[in-house]
DNA sequence: AATAGGTTCAACCGCCTATCG
DNA sequence: TCGATAGGCGGTTGAACCTAT
């Protein structure tokens, strides 16, 4: 048997708050106090709503000093390195932004930051009307999108740091940073309790936390996404921080990468397996119909879907003129495109965000 | 002009924790 | 110690609104 409900469900009123709700809620609170029951104030008042409603309308909406929309560059970059660091703990996060609810974050989070992250493209802010007389007041406070979320941008996320607001209506790619000798630093500010206990996070897991954090899901997490033809995974091992194999037909081939001390990737091929090397080198460069399609289906790892759905990262073919990274003569037949690794350095602050381009040498 | 689909965000739901008798 | 209750929180929902076709 669950537990009594907190008030009369068929009795209390459900919905958008009227103005004179509000009015009645807001100077009462304002003479008295909560009186420390919620449940009871509703009845003292006259309102036909449940207690918890009353506190959550008052706490997010109706107290004094609360901002709306908005959100700065700094808001921002708060949001998000606190995030990374302690997960969807709103409360907590809202706590070090002033003015702020954990409600309005994470609606902020989910509809606009989130997706900005992940480089979707977002509409116009727009104007939503009158339906809510509260929110209608707070749209006219905060103007006309001047200093909404979508004017500011994530300055941990900006390519040199000064992405236009054109460019980022027109962006294809994730806002990630594009290249090494670009790297921004995130101003990651860790709220004091968690400052001494913050993670101490090497690359792999900072760009694994994200990614979690984020959907996916990593090798040490006992979960093996896999597809017919294709497994991918991440490893949380070492210094190795990608992990494919490749199999076609009855053959195999594993590619791993790793992060050498100059922060660069490297990649690998161990074991022989001459099913593949054949292939590759029998297509000079190229992948047969049947391995393009493979790794650009839709049939993606299950778990990952979102990173190729959203662009974190893109299988491409690219041509045999594009520089390898890894030293030989080899031909990159196969690029994964805006991968990301980060470094977290000391005290639990990031201090770079390093995007990598991964290639995969043409088997020798 | 109609409408289907996407976005936003206020509000609700239900679970967990703290407090009190 | 235990049960009842209220507060707090994160996840989810759905209405309002916007855009694209």
């Not at 459900?14 to 509000?22: H, I, L, M, Q, R």
């Not at 106090?33 to 919620?38: A, I, K, M, Q």
């Not at 001047?146 to 941008?153: A, E, K, P, Q, V």
């Not at 080198?281 to 393009?292: H, K, M, V």
Request: charge should be neutral; proline fraction near 5%.
């Amino acid at each position: 048997m669950g537990r009594a409900p907190c008030c009369d469900k068929a009795n209390v009123k459900k919905g958008p708050w009227s103005p004179e709700e509000d009015a009645k809620l807001k100077s009462y609170i304002e003479k008295h106090g909560t009186g420390g029951n919620w449940i009871a104030l509703p009845q003292k008042i006259g309102l036909k709503r449940c207690g918890k409603s009353c506190r959550l309308r008052w706490l997010n909406y109706l107290r004094p000093n609360l901002k709306h929309g908005g959100f700065s560059v700094e808001e921002d970059d708060i949001i998000c390195s606190l995030y990374v660091s302690i997960g969807s703990r709103w409360s907590v996060i809202a706590a070090q932004l002033p003015g702020r609810t954990d409600n309005d974050i994470k609606n902020y989070w989910n509809t606009r930051l989130k997706k900005k992250l992940l480089g979707k493209h977002r509409r116009e802010p727009r104007n939503r009307g009158n339906y809510n007389s509260v929110k209608q007041e707070n749209d006219v406070n905060r103007g006309s999108g001047t200093t909404d979320g979508d004017s500011s941008s994530l300055s941990l996320l900006q390519e040199n740091g000064s992405t236009t607001h054109h460019q980022e209506q027109h962006q294809q790619q994730p806002c990630w940073p594009q290249n090494i000798n670009n790297m921004p630093v995130l101003p990651l500010q860790v709220p004091l309790p968690y400052k001494n206990q913050g993670p101490c996070f090497n690359d792999q897991d900072s760009l694994k936390k994200l990614l979690i954090k984020l959907g996916g899901r990593f090798s040490g997490d006992s979960y093996h996404p896999t597809l017919d033809g294709l497994n991918l995974e991440f490893s949380s091992h070492g210094q190795q921080i990608y992990q494919e194999q490749v199999h076609v037909g009855s053959s195999a081939a594993c590619i791993s990468a790793t992060i050498n001390n100059n922060n660069e990737v490297q990649f690998a091929q161990t074991g022989q397996y001459p099913g593949v090397d054949n292939l590759v080198q029998g297509q000079g460069g190229n992948f047969t119909p049947s391995f393009e399609e493979m790794v650009s289906s839709s049939n993606y790892p299950d778990g990952l879907e979102f990173l190729y759905n959203e662009g974190m990262i893109d299988h491409k073919i690219i041509d045999t003129t594009t520089t390898t990274t890894w030293g030989e003569t080899s031909t990159p037949i196969y690029h994964h495109h805006d991968s990301l690794a980060s470094t977290y350095q000391g005290q639990g602050v990031i201090q770079e965000c390093v995007l990598q381009d991964f290639s995969y040498p043409r088997a020798q």
